[in-house]
């Protein structure tokens, strides 16, 4: 009999309600009891919609992050919140955030740790933060809570905790140890936590090791068969887990390991599993991640029961089935979906319509095809009509990718003539001032937003409204003396799915919300067919903007890539041929803006880091694609067009030539988290054009003194001069209050202001 489980179930709820738990107790709206509370409630829901699996995970469920969860656990704080006063999970939230809801509205925070995507996902972690000093003490009172509740529920529980290699290789040393050094001091507590989590009836525990499936060296291979010679234990079972890739050199390690299972993404590996199994000892139980925890659509059951029934038949009980990697990437339920097209409906896929798919292969393995003979015949119904769909395909798309040449990735001059002539037209003082995009999203403009689309606001009211945003936002920035302005986008619900909306070939959800980071949610579209632009864009709003004001406005704009790694993507063809639809796309709405008066566009690529292979090897196929769609979006303007672009929460160092081949005039990243940190690669890369190293961290309610940037930005002076150096914060201000927002501002400017007179 096949055995089904799941690596992870989605936080946030189907309707948000750990959003607005979190974001109440930060406001000091309700009390840390009602946190706690809607925790607990969250998670009984979420075990009952995986009532039906054997396994169900327990300890997948995190108030901001499953990283800083393990942090935690282990002890692992950074030494400025040892000592604050407040619950545990005060000090969770300033390690997070900066802040807790102790530390009042205005003041109190402190610095917050380092945040960064999770392997080539949209999801966030924060970075742990490790030194030679470094010390490791256990508390698993999270952890055995939780397993305590599953257990009156009737659950049936595996625990899921971050393995020790992925915990130390996810973290950073603050002074240039070696973290591999700390696993000597990290495994003692590892074994504790099993043998407590033993004693509290946990018969298996899943320990993801997900570095397993990127290029390791002989160092941390060898440290695995450390690690897991010392956790071996005939008290609780565990489970390796590994996903987002494939093992390759490191698959015979993984099977040689000390673990009674071992979990593979079969999507992503399946040319391995035969191999995994001939490996395998003869007791050590496989489990084949077979559903696509990634996206959206449905799994072609029969296609996956013809692969999986010579290998049911081979291993029997020992088989174990499973979502590809933790369903936190999808949203949760798509029966709340009743507004999607009846068709596009038909081809989907959420949480828990992927555990109910789960079901229908054990049951077919475990009874025979006959005995789930209707839904088998549904699913295959379904797939037969999207692949022969006439929405999917368009020949006028497919006609204008085939007349893409080298020349629309060329801009006319090099950067140091197009710098004479940008700077002769803009007249920009040292060291300019601007932010990312977006101000704001207050409950004024997602009230009218709401009205609109419930058809309770017209059309033409809406727009005033937005109009009214606008210009109290260009107010607000000319009151401050910023040097280059933006619009504010307060028409945008979202940097993707409002360019989405826009697009043919595109569909959107009500509540498909999948989590960023905290309490931070995003609503990605989904793209079924091909991309056509169909009208502009973004015209009209800028063009408004602009007449507002002499300065500069902006012309924003989200870049294909982007656009491609937090959409939903078709996988029936090839995601390079995507993205180059959305660069033709964009590229046509790049011209417009230009074509209007507009000499500054931003095309933000927050995405283009996450987008590369887990493994180097495969990154120079990745890198020339994604630079190649990025330069026919924005190369197709005059010289004296300024092109902009943006980068956040990645770690880019190592990539730095690529992103000097997107040959933007000015790039802004994130380095207020890192202290700067992500300029060290200029000091070995002469980075040939203008860049904004961000100095206000927007994912933070902490807001940075005049001094503290003004310390940044001499750091950055450091390596790029001062002439090609801007001010900017880390990312867009949607998030955050304008209460923040205008002294965060307001000392940035200031802070430039310095910068200029000490010259």
């Excluded at 899921?160 to 507590?189: F, H, N």
């Excluded at 990312?436 to 409204?465: D, V």
Aim: aromatic residues 8%; hydrophobic residues 40%.
């Amino acid at each position: 009999m096949s055995i089904t489980h799941n690596l992870g179930f989605p936080r946030i709820g189907a309707n948000r309600e750990l959003k607005f738990a979190l974001e109440s107790y930060w406001k000091k709206e309700s009390s840390l009891d009602a946190l706690k509370t809607a925790g607990a409630e969250l998670r009984q829901r979420h075990w009952a919609h995986q009532s039906k699996l054997d396994w169900s995970p327990v300890g997948d469920f995190t108030f901001y992050d499953q990283v800083l969860d393990m942090s935690f656990t282990l002890g692992n704080l950074p030494g400025r919140v040892r000592d604050l006063s407040g619950d545990s999970l005060d000090n969770y939230f300033r390690i997070a955030r900066g802040r807790s809801a102790v530390d009042g509205v205005c003041g109190g925070g402190i610095q917050a740790s380092e945040m960064t995507k999770w392997f080539d996902t949209n999801y966030h972690y924060i970075v742990p933060e490790l030194s030679v000093s470094t010390i490791f003490t256990l508390n698993a009172s999270r952890l055995i809570d939780e397993l305590e509740q599953s257990r009156r529920l009737g659950v049936k529980a595996k625990v899921v905790i971050i393995g020790p290699l992925t915990y130390l290789w996810l973290g950073k040393t603050k002074d240039d140890s070696d973290k591999l050094a700390l696993l000597s001091r990290l495994l003692p507590v590892y074994v504790q936590l099993l043998s407590k989590l033993a004693a509290c009836g946990a018969e298996w525990v899943q320990i993801d090791e997900p570095i397993l499936v990127t290029e390791l060296d002989s160092r941390w291979q060898q440290a695995f068969v450390l690690a897991y010679n010392t956790l071996h234990t005939n008290h609780v079972k565990l489970l390796l887990s590994t996903y987002f890739g494939q093992l390759r050199e490191n698959l015979s390690l993984a099977c040689r390991l000390p673990v009674q299972g071992l979990h593979v993404d079969a999507l992503n590996a399946r040319d391995e599993v035969s191999n995994v199994i001939s490996k395998l000892p003869d007791d050590c139980v496989l489990s084949l991640g077979i559903i696509n925890g990634r996206n959206i659509w449905k799994t072609d059951l029969t296609a996956t029961l013809d692969w999986l029934e010579p290998i049911h038949r081979q291993l029997g009980h020992r088989l174990w089935l499973a979502p590809s990697c933790s369903l936190l990437h999808v949203p949760v339920d798509l029966e709340s979906e009743r507004k999607l097209d009846i068709e596009l409906r038909s081809w989907l896929s959420f949480a828990i319509q992927k555990l109910h798919e789960l079901s229908i292969l054990s049951a077919a393995l475990n009874n025979g095809r006959q005995f789930m003979e209707t839904e088998l015949r549904d699913n295959q119904s379904a797939i037969a009509a999207r692949k022969i769909s006439a929405r999917v395909h368009n020949p006028s798309v497919k006609a204008a990718l085939a007349r893409i040449d080298a020349n629309m990735e060329c801009r006319t001059s090099p950067y140091s003539e197009r710098a004479r002539k940008q700077h002769e037209q803009l007249k920009l003082p040292l060291y300019p001032t601007t932010t990312i995009g977006s101000f704001p999203q207050t409950e004024e403009i997602r009230r009218a937003r709401s009205l609109f689309h419930r058809g309770e606001l017209s059309e033409s009211s809406y727009n005033s409204a937005m109009r009214e945003q606008i210009a109290h936002s260009v107010h607000k920035q000319e009151a401050l003396g910023l040097d280059v302005l933006v619009h504010g986008e307060p028409e945008r619900n979202d940097m993707v799915e409002y360019f989405g909306e826009q697009l043919e070939g595109y569909a959107f959800s009500q509540f498909g919300w999948v989590q960023s980071y905290g309490s931070r949610c995003v609503k990605p579209p989904i793209m079924f067919g091909d991309i056509l632009r169909l009208k502009p864009m973004t015209v009209e709003w800028i063009q408004y903007a602009q007449s507002l004001t002499h300065k500069p406005m902006k012309g924003m704009l989200t870049g294909p890539v982007t656009i491609l790694n937090w959409s939903f993507v078709r996988d029936d063809q090839p995601r390079t041929v995507s993205c180059q639809q959305l660069a033709l796309a964009i590229r046509e709405e790049v011209l417009d803006l230009e074509r209007a008066g507009v000499r500054v566009i931003q095309i933000d690529e927050a995405a283009l880091r996450e987008g590369l292979p887990l493994r180097q090897a495969q990154w120079h196929e990745y890198l020339q694609w994604a630079i190649s769609a990025f330069r026919i979006a924005a190369n197709g303007v005059r010289d004296n067009t300024q092109i902009h672009t943006h980068m956040c929460y990645s770690e880019f160092n190592d990539i730095i030539a690529s992103i000097a081949d997107m040959d933007a005039d000015v790039i802004t990243i994130e380095t207020s988290r890192s202290n700067m940190e992500l300029l060290d690669a200029f000091d070995h890369f002469n980075y040939p054009n203008e860049i904004g190293p961000g100095v206000y961290d927007i994912h933070s309610p902490n807001i940075p003194t005049q001094d503290h940037i003004i310390q940044l930005m001499r750091n950055a002076a450091k390596r790029i001069p001062a002439q090609r150096l801007w001010v900017n914060p880390d990312c867009g201000l949607k998030t955050r209050a304008w209460a923040e927002v205008v002294p965060a501002l307001r000392n940035m400017v200031a802070a430039a202001h310095t910068l200029r007179s000490t010259k």
